[in-house]
C-alpha cells in the first residue's frame, strides 16, 4: 500500500514517537536547550497564576479589556472559553517538552485576540519574561506563537473570572440596571422619579403617562392614560408635601397637573385626576418644566419653544388647582431661534431647602429660590430676593452648541453652588458658583451689573416684543447696581462662576445628565449618543475624572 494512502490514524501512529525515543532525544539535547524550555514553562506558569489571582483582577477595569478578546463572541461558534482553555492545558502536556507543536491553520479571529492580547500585555510589562534567546533550528517563532496561544486561553479564562468577581462593574451593572417593557406604543421621551425612589412616572409620543410603582425589585404598572392631545416631551413629579401630584406639558401647548386619588381602582383610567389645565401664552408649545419645593410651598417654572420663560406659584398654597404669574422673561429675545431650527431650552430649580451657606452669611435670603435656564448655547442663572423677585446673576458660558441639560449638584455646606451642563457639542461642562464677599474692596463697580436684571411680571405675546430702541429701554429700565442690590432690594447678593471642568469622554452628543441625590455628593451621571451610562466623580485635585463606564444594549 502507498504510504500516502494509509489512514489517517495509522499515518499519526507512525509519525508519534515512542517514549524510548523521547528519552534519547531529552538526553542527546544540549543542557543549555533544556534549560531555555524550562526557563520558558517557569516564566509561562508564572503568568498564568498572575492572570487567575484576584489582586490582579481587581485591578482591571472594561477600558482594559480588549473587545474583541473580553467577548464570548470572539469565539468560533463551536468553541467556548471553558473548552479552549481545556483543550490547550491538555495539548500543552501531552506534547513533549523538545517537540515545537506547529499548527499551519488557525481561526482568523484568535488572530484578532492575539494582537489585543498582546498589547495589554505589554502594558502590564508581562510580555518582556516570556521572550527569551532563540532555539537553535529557527524554533523561536514557533514557541513564541505557542506561547501566544497558551496565554490567549489564560486571557480568556481570566476575562470569565472577571465577568464574575463581585467588585467588578460588569456584575454591578447586572445587580443594579434592569429592562422590562414598558408597554407604550411609540417612543418614551421622559421618566422621572417621586422624591424617594420608589415610584416612576414615564411619558411618550403615544400621548399616554403611565406610573409605576417598586415592589420587590420589580417595577409594576399602577396607572396609564391619555394625558395630551399630542406628543408628551416633559414629565415632573412633585414634592411629597402636596400629595402625590404630576406634572406634563406636550406639543399640544398645554401644561397639565394631575393629583392621585387613593379611593379610585388601579388601573382604572381615572386614579390620577386632572386639576390644573394650562395653555402656553405663545403660539409655541412648552419644552421645559420644574417643580421647586420647600417643605409646602411649591413653585413651578416652565419655557415655551421660543424662549419664554414663566414662573408660577399657587395662588393657595394649600392647593395646586389655581395659580398666578410670579415672574417672566425673554431668554432669547437678542437673538431667537428660528421655526425650523433646533432648539435648546431647560429649566432646573435648586431643590435643596437652603441655599449654599456663604451666600447666606453675605445676606442672601434663606428661602431664596435658584434657577438655572439653558438658553441656546448659554445658561442663566437668576436669584430671588425677600420680595421674592428673581435677578439675573450670572451667565454659564462655553458651551459652541445648543444645551439639552442643566443638574444642581446638593451640598448647601460645600461654600459653594456647583452646576453642571450637557451639550452637543459632546461636553460636560461644570462651574462653581460662589459669593462675592460684601466689603468695600468688593463693592465697587462691576462688569457685570448690566446683566443683573430683573424679571418682569407682567406677560406679553411673542407679537408684542419691542424691538430696536424700544427692546433697548426695556432691557435697561431693571438694571440695578450689585453694590447696592442689598439696600435697594434686601436679600441680594452678588455671585459669579467659574468654570473648572470640561468632560468630552462620550466622543458625542450628551443628552442627560444628574448629580446623586443622597450619599456621595460629588458624582455625576451622564449619558449621550455613544449609548453608554457613565459617572464621574470629583477627585482630590478638584478634578472630575471619569469613575466608571456602562455600556447600554441598543435594540434595532
Known sequence: ??????RPSQRHQSQRPSQSQNQNQNQSQSPSQNQGHDVIQL????VTRRLIRPTFLTTLTP???PSQAASDAS?????????????????????????????????????????????????????????????????APALEKRVRDTLEAQFLGARTAFSSHPKSIMAASDRNFQTFAHGHHDLVLAVDFNYFGTRMVTASSDHRLKVWDKKDDAWSLVESWKAHDAEIVDVKWNGPFMGEVIGSIGEDGRCKLWQEDVTEVPQSGNRFKLITNMGSQTNAPFVSMDFKNIMQETWLALITRDGLLLVYEPVDQSSLNEWSELAHRWVCSDNPPGRHEEVGFKVAFHKEKLPCWTAIMAGLDRKSLGLAVAAMNKV?????????????????LGARQIIRDIAWANGSMRGYDVIATASKDGAIRIYELSTVRSDKAAAGPSSTSADVTSLSSTARHASNQPSGIGKGLASTSKVADPAQDNEQS???????????DELTNHHGAVWRLAFSQMGMRDLLVSTGDDASIRTWKKAVNGHWAEYAEIETAREN
Open 490 to 500: 434686601p436679600g441680594r447678593v452678588r455671585q459669579q462662576a467659574k468654570l473648572v
Open 63 to 65: 477600558s482594559r479589556l
Open 1 to 6: 500500500m502507498d504510504p500516502d494512502q494509509q
Open 43 to 46: 516564566n509561562l506558569d508564572a
Open 75 to 139: 469565539l468560533s461558534p463551536t468553541q467556548s472559553p471553558s473548552k479552549s482553555k481545556s483543550h490547550s492545558h491538555s495539548h500543552s502536556h501531552s506534547q513533549p517538552q523538545n517537540q515545537i507543536h506547529t499548527q499551519q491553520h488557525r481561526p482568523s479571529h484568535l488572530h484578532k485576540i492575539s494582537v489585543t492580547f498582546e498589547d495589554v500585555l505589554e502594558q502590564a510589562d508581562l510580555v518582556a519574561p516570556l521572550i527569551q534567546e532563540p532555539l537553535a533550528d529557527g524554533g
Open 380 to 396: 442663566f442663572v437668576f436669584r430671588t430676593d425677600r420680595s421674592k423677585r428673581f435677578w439675573l446673576v450670572t451667565e454659564l
